[in-house]
């Protein structure tokens, strides 16, 4: 680019510096501006011109793309589907009926607006390059939004070739559970509006019936497309499915069939596994004994405690069990009318403080002693409930209480700040009970910035937290956030890490009020509480 | 500020100054820019999946070289509120959506707001979103104040 110098040492001498700088530097960006013009116009000044970001097709990808590997996405250990018995718009619908057509599954929730529909669009192309005959099923995993009359509403704006299907709380969870799936109510700090976290994988099943591969999210429409037509050759199921599927040794299982609750189940001792059954409330008592993968029963039989939160329809079930490992187990459910088995996957709690032992001591600040919650809180908007009481004072006082160790600013998890905001939500259902919020990571307040010790990679843990065992969940420092449930005597008797389910903690606070026999009951029709609960005047922790 | 007597040259110098001025405002380009505005690319939304429900903006932003910003937040005339959320997937496997503050711009570093990552939710539209069309984004930012972008109404 030639940019005109300097003119001739006599008429440079007439023109003082910054004229002349600015003379030169004119020139010059007229020079740029008409190369600019000749050589295709100037583009538009974005908040002149408005630019119409115009779709570039097929999103960033790498423009070469990688030969799809199919194998990665088959399942290793073949099995015949789940069957799924929903419903949708047009009535009950089964997947078993659907034999004869691939179909890919998926659990999702029509509120959803970024995972569900992308799912929903990739799966569509998948569907409609493949040109045969395959189907798609979404599964609901929010029945009380996602009603059979909405869900036709819904299906309008699907592609072809979709269905969706939904059912009664306990009937989604059983299929869920069935299938490997994961999900939980997540509040936001909106009263009532909630979001449910969930298992995004995509499933494929067969012209038999058999699942044969699994998308996770994010998995592109071509593999999906290669997938679909991979398995085309494949020998059914039959043969590999048959040797797991006679446990001779098991009791009919028609009375009772348990599906798992609960998002966390730990190792160790004293974790509250909380279950739905599908049938009726029972009268006759139930108990739970831990079983061995093998079907050994480990360990003694615990009564199973039934416990309905206000205002909610559904009665849980929670076995309180000591569960030695890591991994993978089952619990047996008996009652007189009949037994029912569930699997599991029990976590490791790290050094978090232990479940049925004593809750650490260590004092924590609150409002009163430190004057500003700025010092208490990195929440812009704090709730000053979470900063009134001590885990001490609760305790003095007999009653139970939550402890919540997270940070709303300082994120070391994408977690981090949600049990915030679930907290307030279940402050406004259960005013009896003290939550605590405490911020695990140290932080020092400048003019009214929290500013964090070390970094997000390797911060310092606070005294309060390094009690409470918070960022040593197995890994290394980044465990967070923690609710930790306290019953009146002291004892931790519930724990729960990373996306945390409400429903969980409203079912663990049901069961300690009604442990005690007190009054103290959800005050209103909160976020969780679809049906009006009578206000009540009792409030208070005995 | 004393005052001075206007010369010629000093009259040259201001109108070069001006000329100056607005050659470097009209030089401002998304590729080479020498003003300090984000850059924004490829912005478009999906349509929301049915009636009432929100709908899911999506783009990828760069701050300048030398100047990091962040996304604060953003407005549209077609929607009530603009939430910025981000996607993220637990230890379990679930994937769960949450909003969020900001989103931090390193200086030079595209940033995608994308599905499963960060995205803009638009909630309560007061009027179809068809595909094809385009709707107009107005984004927040910490330091380059609100940028306005047309994004393109498509599904994927």
Redesign the interface.
């Known amino acids: 680019m030639s940019v005109p110098t300097a003119g001739p040492e006599d008429e440079a001498a007439r023109l003082d510096g910054a004229f002349r700088i600015v003379v030169v530097l004119a020139l010059g960006l007229l020079v740029l501006t008409a190369i600019r013009l000749v050589a295709g116009g100037d583009p538009p000044l974005q908040a002149e011109a408005l630019p119409n970001t115009a779709p570039t097709t097929g999103q960033t990808r790498s423009p070469t793309p990688a030969p799809i590997d199919v194998e990665a996405y088959l399942d290793t250990e073949v099995r015949a589907a789940p069957d799924i018995e929903l419903t949708g718009p047009a009535g009950p619908l089964s997947l078993a009926a659907m034999r004869g057509r691939p179909v890919l599954v998926f659990f999702g929730y029509t509120h959803c607006p970024d995972v569900c529909p992308a799912t929903i669009g990739t799966v569509g192309l998948a569907i409609d390059a493949y040109a045969r005959d395959a189907e798609a099923v979404f599964v609901s995993v929010d029945p009380e939004r996602d009603t059979p009359d909405w869900l036709a509403e819904f299906v309008r704006f699907m592609p072809p070739g979709f269905r969706a299907v939904s059912g009664t709380p306990t009937e989604i969870r059983a299929t869920a559970d069935a299938w490997g799936v994961r999900y939980a109510r997540v509040e936001t700090d909106q009263p009532g509006v909630y979001t449910m976290a969930h298992t995004a994988d995509v499933f494929v099943v067969d012209r038999g019936g058999t699942l044969r591969a699994r998308f996770p999210f994010g998995t592109d429409a071509a593999t999906m497309t290669a997938v679909l037509a991979a398995i085309e050759d494949l020998p059914p199921a039959e043969a590999s499915a048959a040797p797991n599927a006679s446990p001779p040794t098991e009791a009919p299982t028609t009375a009772l069939s348990p599906v798992l609750v609960s998002s966390s189940v730990w190792s160790g001792g004293g974790s509250p596994v909380i279950f739905r059954l599908d049938t009726e409330e029972p009268t006759a008592p139930i108990e739970a004994v831990l079983l061995g993968t093998d079907g050994v029963a480990v360990g003694d039989p615990v009564p199973v405690v039934a416990v309905r939160p206000e205002g909610v329809a559904e009665v849980s079930y929670v076995a309180t069990l000591d569960i030695p490992a890591p991994g993978a187990w089952r619990v047996e459910l008996r009652s007189a009318a009949g037994v029912g088995v569930v699997d599991l996957t029990a976590l490791d709690p790290g050094g978090t403080a232990a479940l049925g032992e004593p809750a650490p001591a260590a004092p924590t600040a609150t409002a009163a002693d430190v004057g500003s919650l700025t010092w208490l809180t990195t929440d812009p908007l704090p709730d000053p409930r979470l900063y009134g009481t001590t885990p001490a004072d609760a305790l003095a006082a007999g009653q139970p209480f939550v402890f919540v160790a997270d940070s709303y600013r300082f994120k070391v998890t994408q977690q981090c700040g949600q049990a915030i905001v679930m907290a307030k939500q279940l402050l406004d259902r259960w005013t009896g009970v003290p939550f605590i919020h405490h911020e695990p990571l140290r932080y020092s307040v400048v003019t009214t910035e929290p500013v964090l010790e070390g970094t997000l990679e390797d911060p310092r843990l606070t005294d309060v937290a390094t009690a409470w065992g918070v960022g040593d969940g197995g890994d290394d420092m980044k465990s967070m956030p923690w609710i930790f449930v306290v019953d009146r005597h002291g004892t931790v008797r519930a724990k729960y890490y990373g996306v945390i389910g409400s429903a969980d903690v409203d079912v663990i606070l049901t069961q300690l009020a009604d442990e005690d026999r007190t009054a103290l009951r959800p005050v209103q029709d909160g976020p969780l509480a679809p049906v009006a609960a009578p206000r009540s005047a009792a409030r208070v922790w005995e | 500020m004393t005052a001075r007597r206007r010369t010629p040259?000093t009259t040259?110098?201001r109108f070069?100054?001006v000329?100056?001025t607005l050659?470097?405002a009209?030089?401002?380009?998304?590729?080479s820019s020498v003003t300090a505005?984000p850059?924004?690319?490829?912005?478009?939304v999906?349509?929301?999946?049915?009636?009432g429900?929100?709908?899911?903006g999506y783009?990828?932003i760069t701050a300048p070289s030398g100047s990091a910003d962040a996304l604060v937040g953003a407005s549209s005339p077609v929607a009530a509120a603009v939430e910025i959320?981000?996607?993220?997937?637990?230890?379990?496997?679930?994937?769960?959506?949450?909003?969020v503050?900001r989103v931090e711009l390193p200086s030079g570093s595209p940033v995608?707001l994308e599905?499963?990552g960060y995205?803009l939710?638009l909630m309560d539209l007061t009027g179809d979103l068809k595909a094809g069309d385009?709707i107009?984004l107005v984004l927040e930012f910490e330091n380059a104040g609100?940028?306005?972008?047309?994004?393109?109404i498509?599904?994927?």
């Open positions: 040259r040259a110098l070069a100054a000329a100056l050659l470097l009209g030089c401002a380009a998304p590729a505005g850059t924004i690319a490829d912005a478009w999906r349509p929301p999946m049915g009636p429900q929100p709908a899911a783009m990828t959320h981000e996607t993220s997937a637990g230890a379990d496997g679930m994937m769960g959506m949450h909003p503050e995608a599905p499963g995205h939710m385009t107009e609100e940028v306005t972008v047309r994004a393109a498509r599904e994927e």
